[in-house]
């Protein structure tokens, strides 16, 4: 199975709503950038990595795809995932200028590209092509009605609902207020509304420092809240460790982490409790087993950065053991061909050969951006 072109993309796909916020951004669109990887044999295997739809660092990433790794792997056999991932992840030059970042978001996409491949070519979905799935059914959280710019009562009427009419038994709100105050009043109203029964999670999108984050904490653990994400810096494993070791509320982090190293450093300092790799930030697929085994042998639980990302996710969460629940954000779904859909709070299994990752002929038209 020889590869014979592999050709760069953009979509740029609206949020619900026309924007949201939580306390570091606000976007309108969501970027799905990546790789079609055609064979020789003319199969597709489609992968893409997720961004916050600016068009100039988004072509960043494809002209990474079209202009360094295309050369390496065009006349290659595409079953040597394994092999091919060392040749263009520890490609001299390219580590040289990467090892996170734009290098390693265009890597991911192609890495997941070549699993869709594999899958296809075996005639299965992903989740079977790895094995087979490990639960009969995946919980999904709801994080879509959680975010910060969504004012307290449609927060608590959203919530209400994803609960009572479309069956979630998890939910995740976004936190990061200057005022801790106004973060504590949204979690008691939601509580409130959703009742005890509900696990409720929380985000801060790596707002706060360390004694905000405890003075949070103290007000919030009352609430029951099931894990708090990204609290601190992205990167700060000694700030991650010190929150963990002063409240009673777990950690849950991972999403902007680039490396089976970084996830290491951050469980091997007791930082963490829900270890949150995603495919479109590490290596792909690849490198994203490699993780959730780390985490594995670590008797921590995996709960992919799946969100708008969980086309890919949901074949690695019904696959792998330590993974319990996946998270559920719908903006690009209805984008591919097989959509990671939620009935009763629990996620579809996939049916269809691949990865999951095979764009509609009409979203290409609709939110395809020019390359340069």
Not at 55 to 76: F, K, M, Q, V
Not at 96 to 110: C, D, F, H, M, Y
């Amino acid at each position: 199975m020889r590869i014979a072109s592999i050709e760069p993309f953009i979509l740029h796909i609206p949020v619900t709503g026309g924007s949201i916020a939580d306390s570091t951004h606000r976007i309108s669109h969501w970027g799905v950038v990546g790789a079609k990887i055609v064979t020789e044999d003319g199969l597709e295997g489609y992968g893409f990595t997720g961004t916050h739809a600016d068009l100039p660092s988004d072509r960043l990433i494809t002209a990474c795809i079209r202009d360094c790794y295309a050369p390496l792997l065009i006349g290659e056999d595409a079953f040597e995932i394994s092999r091919l991932w060392l040749k263009i992840a520890r490609h001299p030059p390219l580590q040289w200028v990467g090892r996170a970042g734009i290098t390693q978001l265009a890597l991911a996409a192609v890495d997941v590209a070549l699993w869709d491949l594999k899958a296809k070519k075996a005639g299965v979905p992903l989740w079977h092509l790895l094995g087979g799935a490990t639960k009969p059914r995946l919980e999904a959280y709801n994080t879509d009605i959680g975010w910060l710019s969504i004012p307290k009562d449609q927060l608590v009427d959203g919530c209400r609902m994803a609960v009572e009419r479309d069956g979630f038994h998890r939910i995740k709100v976004k936190v990061g207020h200057a005022d801790i105050g106004i973060d504590i009043g949204r979690l008691e109203a939601v509580r409130q509304a959703v009742g005890s029964h509900v696990s409720l999670a929380i985000d801060g999108n790596g707002k706060w420092d360390l004694p905000t984050c405890k003075r949070f904490c103290a007000r919030a653990e009352p609430l029951d809240i099931f894990w708090f994400e990204e609290p601190l810096w992205y990167d700060d494993v000694g700030s991650h460790a010190a929150l963990a070791r002063s409240t009673s509320i777990p950690v849950a982090l991972g999403e902007q982490l680039y490396s089976l190293d970084a996830f290491r450093a951050f469980i091997a300092a007791d930082a963490i409790h829900y270890v949150q790799p995603d495919v479109t930030r590490l290596g792909g697929i690849t490198e994203y087993i490699q993780v959730a085994e780390l985490a594995l042998a670590s008797r921590l639980p995996v709960a992919p950065h799946a969100g708008e990302m969980s086309q890919v996710h949901v074949h690695l969460a019904y696959w792998h053991q330590a993974t319990p629940v996946l998270e559920y954000i719908p903006w690009i779904k209805d984008a591919f061909v097989e959509p990671a859909n939620v009935v009763d709070g629990c996620f579809l299994k996939p049916q269809q050969p691949g990865a999951g990752t095979t764009p509609t002929a009409e979203a290409i038209t609709r939110f395809a951006k020019p390359l340069a």
